[in-house]
């Protein structure tokens, strides 16, 4: 004979096998990194969060479950509880598969099988923690397809799991979820099909001994359960966030270190450092062709820095600086990279060697600081000089090409020529 279900409760059942195993993953993919006490703490905490859920999930379904003939359900208490082993059992080391850094295919087939069978044992251990006479029959073909179930589904969540940890980080929480969906249908699919499989004698009684009543069993169990899943989770969260925060610090530093090392504190460009990784580059990447693009270094120096910061101090000086970059930045619109590679010198990376681009920016720049210009409510002259080199005319190497546009080929205050690019 079979029953009914209130399928509320069937839902709900499956609520709590998915928050459980959400969790359970959630605390194995945080010992990636870890070791020692750590590691084994964060590992136990998911296998009990995990057992106790797949548990749990099973008294709410049977909650869910209405005997036929309105017979009365009841448990075995020690029984009962001893069901709950081979559940936290089966997530320890599904949980301890999903971290180990390599594993192969016999693994994961082996630990499927084993968390399976978890599952399988923990229902029909609390099945059989009913104790009624005459006992349950079981369609035998149902039995074996919940076990099949159970492995099958188990398998294909330790696979997601493993999976999270080669994902992008905005994908991770993604996959969690889906692991959680899958793992929350292997133990509610096994558990349904093995309810199926299940079948009830006419006049079937419950021992007299059996203490817990199925009536009401399921939704303290609930309670209890969805508590220390709501305490793993907040746990969860706030380890996440200290996780967050850890890694914000780390990439502030990181950041800094950066800014400090490849970029000027004034003006913001990239400093020499990273001036010459970047010539050296261009001289080694080239897509699509085994040789590197032609390209072209310009160079401007304020011919009277010194003077200035002598006169009027260096905050004057630095305000200059200042107002020449961004003439600059604003005259040399094809500029690949600006870069501060002195006191008072400037490098501009030009994708290209064209000779009348080079005398469009020359031009554009006398005119700018034809006149004096206002710096700090003061009326200066900027005097500025200017060279050039081009690869691979002026050579074939970093130092060379830069050494090379260090030449002077310009003073502000000559009369302008057209430069000759030959000559380079």
């Not at 020359?362 to 200066?380: C, D, E, R, Y």
């Amino acid at each position: 004979m079979e029953g009914s279900y209130n399928w509320l409760l069937v839902f709900a059942s499956y609520c709590v096998a998915v928050i459980a195993s959400y969790t359970a993953i959630y605390f194995g993919t945080r010992v990636f990194n870890l070791d020692g006490n750590s590691r084994r703490f964060w590992l136990a905490a998911g296998a009990l969060s995990l057992g106790s859920g797949i548990w749990s999930m099973h008294f709410v379904g049977m909650s869910a479950y209405t005997m036929p003939m309105h017979m009365h359900m009841s448990f075995n208490a020690t029984l009962t509880l001893l069901s709950w082993v081979p559940a936290v059992f089966a997530s320890a080391l599904a949980l301890y598969v999903i971290t180990l850094a390599k594993v192969s295919v016999k693994t994961i087939a082996a630990s499927a099988f084993i968390m399976g069978a978890g599952i399988f044992a923990m229902h029909y251990g609390g099945m059989y923690a009913m104790q009624m006479h005459p006992g349950i029959e079981y369609d035998t073909l149902l039995v074996i397809l919940s076990g099949v179930i159970a492995i099958v589904a188990s398998g294909a969540a330790l696979v997601i799991c493993r999976k999270v940890r080669d994902v992008p980080p905005q994908y991770a929480l993604a996959f969690k979820v889906l692991a959680a969906l899958v793992m929350g249908a292997a133990i509610c699919g096994m558990h349904y099909t093995g309810m199926a499989a299940a079948s009830y004698p006419m006049g079937a009684q419950s021992h007299p001994e059996n203490l817990l009543r199925g009536d009401w069993m399921g939704i303290p169990t609930a309670i209890a359960a969805s508590i220390l899943l709501l305490l793993a989770l907040y746990s969860a969260y706030t380890d996440f966030r200290a996780m967050e925060r850890a890694r914000q610090e780390e990439k502030n530093r990181n950041a800094a270190a950066r800014q400090t090392a490849f970029y000027d504190s004034l003006t913001g460009l990239a400093n020499r450092s990273f001036l010459e990784a970047r010539v050296l580059e261009k001289l080694t990447v080239s897509e699509g062709s085994n040789v590197p693009a032609a390209f072209t270094l310009a160079y401007f120096e304020l011919s009277d820095y010194r003077d200035l910061t002598q006169r009027h101090g260096e905050a004057f000086t630095q305000a200059l600086i200042k107002y020449f970059v961004a003439e600059l930045d604003g005259n040399v619109p094809t500029a690949e990279l600006i870069a501060r590679c002195g006191g008072n010198s400037f490098m501009v990376v030009i994708p290209s060697t064209n000779p009348a681009m080079l005398n469009g920016i020359l031009q554009k720049m006398a005119s700018a600081f034809k006149n004096s210009v206002a710096i700090s409510g003061k009326l200066t002259l900027c005097k500025w000089s200017f060279g050039f080199s081009e690869y691979p005319k002026s050579g074939t190497n970093s130092r060379n090409l830069i050494r090379a546009a260090q030449r002077i080929r310009y003073t502000s205050g000559e009369e302008q020529q057209q430069l000759d690019l030959e000559a380079v």
